[in-house]
């Protein structure tokens, strides 16, 4: 039997420092709890294990919604990024995403900083290998030291190290990311515990030494020259950036990865996890896709005092020597010498439809879960589930009501919303096409949606309120001023005939002028030589909530729409068996998974639209009765 000792108790327990367990952390210490973040080994902090960067299609939108909530990761990219894009402009707002490549390292060791700098809060090596449960109540956690420590709640956060396994072809081997110790105590005892926990696989790709490429005969890539930052905080960042590379595979990479499928991981047998639908790795694109020519690949770097480069898009679990001879078919790639191979990764994470939408385990109470342990994927999903369950396990110590973002507020929303009441059979990403509600869900307005809700728990500091404030005053008194002035009509054709456009007939407020499709706030200058200064957060909303604004009223109207069964709250002791009318599958789902409204019940699986109709019925004649 192995030997304890006791070293202390906490409000809260975060097991994993990776991007949930930082969020989670910082959330609960900064809410005035006492607070111990534990990670298998402090180098696994804010670890980059794959691609070395935030933001992306939907990312952003969440990692807009962390800082305006008062979290971290917008900040911390801020501080280490060595390249920033705005992508997917040609599109509208609702689907632009801000993308910035970190220096990786630099991205974990300022994260460190923060962490070990934060009041409440104790960074801890140790690996935890049993939670302590008694009566279906988390106590807190024996690590494989002995050490034991009590805490009010715990958030799990593992990431993928829960039983980690790595793939290289045939071989496989136990080990977390990056070459870390995996976490099998744990799994065990999560099964032993009862939770229902499932194997997912996800993978990284080959890293190269830049000085073994051809940067001539691939297509650069370089930064936006005006720099978008990440966080509200933030105004104008300037920055020497480096440029990322692109290249495509061809005929002859293909022809070496088919002849060389069976000595995959993936389809030789070796590797049983589920993987990633929308981030496959190359062999199984060839697979899938056998009529494309070719696969677009990005090398970039992974930070300023490193020579390795990171091959985007060809994550494998093909043999080394295979990946070298399909690598050095690709042009640019001819010399490369590989430092750190592809592999891929299975490892143990929960069925989220376990969890509450306040990422509270149904039944072990004070056991909140969050990240890839919930079957998502991505840097950024992590960090918004760990500070929404690093919220949630404060209000519950609090004997408060949770903190949940509905689907019409918030990307976080819909993500939670997602995993919780739909479930997942991959690693689950998100996707601006998730959002159903995407116009009023722009990355841009992520400040004026949710600061006001940050304030008010407590996240959110005097100095950040206070300067959104000023920026919300900003803009209205902008949106205002913009609808008021008129310049003459002689004033508006020289303008317009500047830009090939034909002239106007009558006189137009500048909002007018604005929201024409060639015209934007910035080229408009010469027309408004009195505009105030204005900070690029607000010079965005100003332009989009002009140009879109009978777009943004349309949706506002679905909103409320959606807001009126969300708003139809249900009992958990609601005898759906009793409910005439109710299909037998609906009966059992919904007595099963207990929804909170009407609105989270139409959203499970096996619930039909016409179940619906018979519950708010049902609902109604009770209403009358009461």
């Given at each position: 039997?192995?030997e304890?000792?006791f070293?202390g108790?906490?409000?809260?327990?975060v097991?994993?420092?990776?991007h949930?367990?930082?969020?989670?952390g910082?959330?609960s210490a900064?809410?005035?709890?006492?607070?111990l973040?534990?990670?298998i080994?402090?180098?696994?902090?804010?670890?980059?294990a794959?691609?070395p960067?935030i933001?992306?299609?939907?990312?952003s939108?969440?990692v807009r919604?962390i800082?305006?909530l008062?979290g971290e990761?917008?900040l911390?990219?801020?501080?280490t990024f060595?390249?920033?894009?705005m992508?997917n402009?040609?599109?509208g707002?609702a689907?632009?995403f801000?993308?910035a490549?970190?220096d990786k390292?630099q991205?974990?060791?300022?994260m460190?900083k923060?962490?070990?700098?934060?009041?409440?809060?104790?960074?801890?090596?140790g690996?935890?290998?049993?939670l302590i449960?008694?009566?279906?109540q988390v106590?807190?956690?024996i690590l494989s030291?002995?050490?034991v420590?009590?805490?009010?709640?715990?958030?799990?956060?593992?990431?993928?190290?829960l039983?980690?396994?790595?793939?290289i072809g045939?071989?496989s081997?136990?080990s977390g990311?990056?070459?870390?110790?995996?976490?099998?105590?744990l799994a065990?005892?999560?099964?032993?515990?009862?939770?229902?926990m499932?194997?997912?696989?996800?993978?990284?790709?080959a890293?190269?030494?830049?000085t073994s490429?051809h940067?001539?005969?691939m297509?650069?890539?370089?930064?936006?020259?005006?720099?978008?930052?990440f966080?509200?905080?933030?105004?104008d960042?300037e920055r020497?950036q480096?440029?990322?590379w692109?290249?495509?595979?061809?005929?002859?990479t293909h022809r070496?990865?088919?002849?060389?499928?069976?000595?995959?991981?993936?389809?030789?047998?070796?590797?049983?996890?589920v993987?990633p639908r929308?981030?496959p790795s190359?062999?199984?694109k060839i697979?899938?896709?056998?009529d494309?020519?070719?696969?677009q690949l990005?090398?970039?770097?992974?930070?300023?005092d490193?020579?390795?480069m990171?091959?985007?898009?060809?994550?494998?679990s093909?043999?080394?020597?295979?990946?070298?001879?399909f690598?050095?078919t690709i042009?640019?790639?001819?010399?490369?010498r590989?430092v750190?191979?592809a592999?891929a990764?299975?490892?143990?994470?929960?069925?989220?439809l376990?969890?509450?939408?306040?990422?509270?385990?149904?039944?072990i109470?004070?056991?909140?879960?969050?990240?890839?342990?919930?079957g998502s994927?991505?840097?950024?999903?992590?960090?918004?589930?760990?500070l929404?369950a690093g919220?949630?396990a404060?209000?519950?110590?609090?004997?408060k009501?949770?903190?949940?973002?509905?689907?019409s507020?918030a990307?976080?929303?819909?993500l939670?919303?997602?995993?919780?009441?739909?479930?997942?059979?991959?690693?689950y990403?998100?996707?601006?096409?998730?959002?159903e509600?995407r116009?009023v869900l722009?990355?841009?307005?992520a400040?004026?949606r949710?600061?006001?809700?940050?304030?008010?728990?407590?996240?959110v500091?005097?100095?950040?309120?206070?300067?959104?404030c000023?920026d919300?005053?900003?803009?209205?008194k902008?949106?205002?001023?913009?609808?008021?002035?008129?310049?003459?009509?002689?004033?508006?054709n020289?303008f317009?005939?500047s830009?090939?456009?034909p002239?106007?007939?009558k006189r137009?407020t500048?909002a007018?002028?604005?929201?024409?499709p060639?015209?934007?706030y910035?080229?408009m200058k010469?027309?408004?030589?009195?505009?105030?200064?204005l900070s690029?957060?607000v010079?965005?909303k100003?332009?989009?909530q002009?140009?879109?604004a009978g777009?943004?009223?349309?949706?506002?109207?679905?909103v409320?729409?959606?807001?009126?069964l969300e708003d139809?709250?249900l009992?958990p002791?609601?005898?759906?068996g009793?409910?005439?009318?109710?299909?037998?599958e609906?009966?059992?789902?919904?007595?099963?998974f207990k929804?909170?409204?009407?609105?989270?019940?139409s959203r499970i699986?096996?619930?039909?639209?016409?179940?619906?109709?018979?519950?708010l019925?049902?609902?109604?004649?009770?209403?009358r009765?009461?």
């Open positions: 039997m192995k304890t000792c070293l108790e906490y409000d809260v327990i097991v994993g420092a990776g949930a367990g930082c969020e989670a910082l959330a900064r809410l005035g709890h006492s607070t973040l534990l990670s080994n402090l180098e696994a902090v804010a670890m980059m794959c691609n960067s933001g992306g299609s939907g990312k939108h969440l919604e800082d305006a008062g990761m917008g911390n990219i801020d501080k060595i390249q920033s894009r992508l402009v040609a599109k707002p689907v632009h801000l993308r490549q970190a390292e991205y974990h060791k300022e460190k923060v962490l070990e700098r934060q009041e409440n809060l104790d960074l801890r090596q690996e935890v290998a049993e449960v008694e009566e279906d106590k807190g956690v030291s002995g050490a420590f009590h805490a009010k709640a715990v958030i799990l956060a593992t990431g993928t190290f039983r980690g396994r790595i793939s045939v071989n081997f136990p990311p990056n070459g870390l110790s995996p976490s099998i105590s065990d005892n999560l099964v032993e515990l009862g939770l229902n499932r194997c997912f696989k996800t993978g990284t790709p890293r190269a030494l830049s490429l940067y001539e005969k297509q650069e890539q370089p930064g936006d020259p005006e720099i978008v930052p966080s509200f905080m933030n105004d960042l020497e480096l440029s990322c692109l290249t495509y595979t061809n005929e002859e070496i990865i088919r002849e060389n499928f069976l000595r995959s991981g993936t389809y030789s047998g070796v590797i049983e996890g993987g929308y981030c190359i062999e199984v697979d899938r896709f056998p494309r020519a070719r696969h990005f090398v970039e770097p992974e930070g300023l490193t020579d390795e990171y091959i985007q898009g060809m994550s494998s093909l043999p080394e020597d295979v990946q070298v001879a690598y050095k042009p640019g790639l001819e010399d490369l590989i750190r191979p592999y990764i299975e490892y143990d994470c929960i069925d989220p376990e969890l509450q939408l306040n990422l509270e385990h149904k039944r109470e004070n056991l909140f879960c969050a990240g890839q342990f919930n994927s991505g840097y950024e999903e992590a960090a918004a589930q760990g929404m919220i949630n404060v209000r519950k110590i609090e004997g009501e949770p903190f949940i973002l509905d689907r507020e990307y976080i929303g819909v939670i919303d997602d995993l919780v009441t739909k479930g997942t059979e991959e690693p990403r998100i996707m601006t096409s998730r959002a509600y116009l722009r990355q841009d307005n400040d004026l949710l600061t006001e809700k940050g304030y008010e728990l407590g996240l500091s005097q100095e950040r309120y206070e300067r959104f000023s919300k005053a900003a803009m209205e902008e949106l205002e001023r913009l609808n008021t002035v008129s310049p003459t009509a002689k004033e508006t020289a317009l005939e830009l090939g456009e002239p106007i007939q137009l500048l007018e002028l604005l929201k024409r060639e015209v934007t910035e080229n010469s027309l408004d030589p009195d505009r105030p200064a690029g957060h010079i965005t100003v332009e989009v002009i140009k879109y777009y943004i009223s349309k949706q506002q109207t679905q409320e729409r959606f807001r009126k139809k709250k009992s002791d609601l005898p759906y009793e409910i005439d009318g109710l299909r037998l609906a009966q059992q789902k919904l007595a099963e929804p909170l409204s009407v609105g989270q019940a699986s096996g619930v039909s639209p016409a179940d619906i109709n018979v519950l019925i049902y609902l109604e004649k009770k209403r009765q009461s």
